[in-house]
């Protein structure tokens, strides 16, 4: 359980170290406390986490938030004043139901200490079987009772949801009907890869995946063509806006603009109310994507055209090919580009490494230029989108996975957020290893304004950075900072055999531009804007400004 004690907890965690089998873990800011959890409700089904009165109880919110956004079940409990002090402007007097009320399903004050294990249970099985946040409450006039032991079982869910025959026959049917089909495959699929994988080579289909799903479809799968979105790859993009039949698997994904208008499209998924959620569908069937196609998969004609599938997998290939010509380690290009150092990763790292990506353009550098592979796995905040995720979440991943290799891939900006449980690390002797990729920016936030079409506030997403490899040796861990492409692999080297918490402090060039897949006729229209703009701001006497343009320009010249 990831905490900080206090008030009401005291005695909650001074009872937590006497049983058998659970741990307190220490940690510095309960917000990372709930990243942490996330993550251990990522690998082992359940993460807990814990916060005290006020303040410590809703630092948790946001880390909550985004446990709640990616599906996780985690179980927060908090403290509570006194109950007899409640409602009268006491010191710390919060009202965390309603503070809580958005983000968690179920929510429970222990008013009496035999409640207390039909509360627990109740928030364990809800956040089990809704994939949800729960909390419970404990008073701090409570927190030395006495709980009488009953023995209370813990159940988990097995439910399987099938569709009516119908459904699938249909699907079938569909499928049948058209060519040149592509399948967007989500984290949903999740177990379903064998079935995924038959189904696209029945129907000669490429396969695109979402950002989620990066580590079950990954780049060396024969029928994978890359992922889509905004920081996707043009492969992926095109092979669903030229497809004739669109089939959404295990996905609610968010991004329209990169859905096709006029295409018939398929969708299945566990949540009813993810169908049609996006695009117009030609059909939906709400269903385990694994036992769905199961039932799908006896009534699909084989298809021999393969030619839609073969066009976009070779542009795949060439584009990755093109990829690591331009960003191979030995290749001296100064200021060094990211891509570097998740290109040369990507070759050291163990087949089943658990890799972090903080909220920042880590995240475009990793999925673009890293196959995850094997038992490889990724986690972040990527549907809530939260900065300093990455350090917190990796401690969450070693502790769950102790002889594990963990990598966190951050940036600057949020790294330094969050930099301080990096102290929690070299307590408990983690052997993390953390990428901080640092740009001296914000750059995520410069790319929004200019992808608006408007000057980048250069001044308000610049940041001051220490020497982060620096700090990790003053905290007792061991770090190296680098600026060159012949530094990476030995500081990779480096990390991966260190015993302790590890710092890479990889300064980056912060100007390189993640071009998307495809550029509307608007998006090309604001980005235009933003560069002409550049260039008056420079004629006009700010320097900055064209300084900027022009060093964009360099960075993109390989």
């Known amino acids: 359980m990831y905490g900080i004690t206090g008030d009401a907890l005291n005695y909650f965690v001074k009872g937590i170290e006497k049983k058998e089998g659970m741990e307190w873990v220490a940690m510095r800011y309960e917000g990372n406390a709930a990243f942490a959890a996330g993550t251990q409700a990522h690998l082992k089904g359940l993460g807990i986490c814990a916060g005290t009165v006020g303040p410590g109880a809703l630092h948790l919110v946001n880390g909550l938030y985004s446990a709640k956004r990616e599906r996780l079940p985690v179980i927060a409990v908090t403290g509570q004043i006194e109950r007899a002090r409640r409602g009268r402007n006491y010191f710390q007097d919060a009202e965390l139901e309603k503070a809580f009320e958005d983000v968690c399903a179920y929510q429970a004050i222990i008013r009496e200490p035999k409640e207390a294990h039909f509360l627990f249970k109740r928030a364990i099985h809800t956040a089990i079987a809704h994939k949800a946040i729960c909390r419970i409450e404990l008073p701090r006039d409570l927190g030395d009772a006495h709980v009488p032991d009953v023995g209370a079982a813990i159940f988990s869910n097995s439910t399987i949801l099938l569709p009516d025959e119908a459904y699938t026959r249909k699907a079938a049917e569909i499928i049948n009907q058209h060519q040149n089909i592509t399948i967007l495959a989500g984290h949903g699929c999740k177990g379903a890869e064998e079935e995924v994988i038959a189904l696209a080579k029945s129907i000669q289909a490429p396969i695109v995946h979402t950002l989620r799903s990066a580590d079950i479809f990954h780049h060396h799968m024969d029928e994978v063509v890359g992922l889509t979105g905004l920081i996707g790859v043009p492969s992926a993009y095109k092979a669903i806006m030229d497809c004739g039949l669109l089939i959404m698997l295990g996905t609610d994904f968010p991004y329209d603009d990169y859905l096709p208008a006029d295409k018939p499209v398929m969708q299945i998924d566990l949540k009813l109310e993810n169908l049609g959620n996006r695009v117009p569908l030609l059909h939906g069937i709400q269903g385990d994507v694994k036992h769905t196609l199961l039932l799908t998969l006896p009534f699909i004609e084989h298809k021999n055209e393969t030619g839609f599938l073969k066009k976009y997998r070779s542009k795949f290939i060439q584009w990755k090919a093109e990829a690591s010509e331009a960003f191979n380690a030995e290749n001296e290009l100064l200021p060094m580009h990211p891509q570097i150092i998740t290109q040369a990763l990507d070759k050291t790292a163990v087949r089943n490494a658990f890799f972090t990506l903080d909220t920042s353009t880590a995240v475009i550098w990793a999925v673009r230029h890293m196959s995850f592979h094997d038992e490889r796995q990724i986690f972040g905040s990527f549907n809530h989108g939260s900065m300093s995720v990455g350090l917190a979440a990796a401690i969450g991943a070693q502790f769950s996975s102790p002889g594990r290799q963990v990598w966190a891939l951050c940036g600057d900006g949020g790294f330094s957020m969050g930099m301080q449980d990096f102290i929690t690390a070299v307590r408990y002797k983690l052997p993390i290893k953390v990428i901080v990729f640092n740009n001296a920016s914000l750059q995520l936030i410069n790319l929004?304004?200019?992808?608006?079409?408007?000057?980048?506030?250069?001044?308000?997403?610049?940041?001051?950075?220490?020497d982060f490899a620096a700090y990790a040796k003053l905290c007792g861990g061991d770090g190296v900072q680098i600026s060159k492409p012949s530094e990476v692999l030995p500081a990779l080297e480096?990390?991966?055999?260190?015993?302790?918490?590890?710092?890479?402090?990889?300064?980056?060039?912060?100007?390189?531009?993640?071009?998307?897949p495809h550029l509307s006729l608007k998006e090309a229209v604001k980005l235009t804007?933003?560069?002409l703009k550049q260039i008056a701001a420079g004629a006009t006497g700010d320097k900055k400004q064209l300084n900027y343009l022009i060093a964009q320009l360099k960075a993109m010249i390989k």
Not at 448 to 466: C, I, K, S, V, Y
Not at 500 to 509: C, G, R, Y
């Open 494 to 516: 480096k990390a991966s055999n260190s015993n302790v918490p590890f710092v890479i402090d990889a300064k980056v060039n912060g100007l390189e531009i993640p071009m998307p």
């Open 448 to 466: 929004e304004m200019e992808n608006e079409g408007d000057l980048p506030n250069l001044e308000a997403a610049r940041l001051t950075n220490p």
């Open 529 to 531: 804007e933003t560069k």
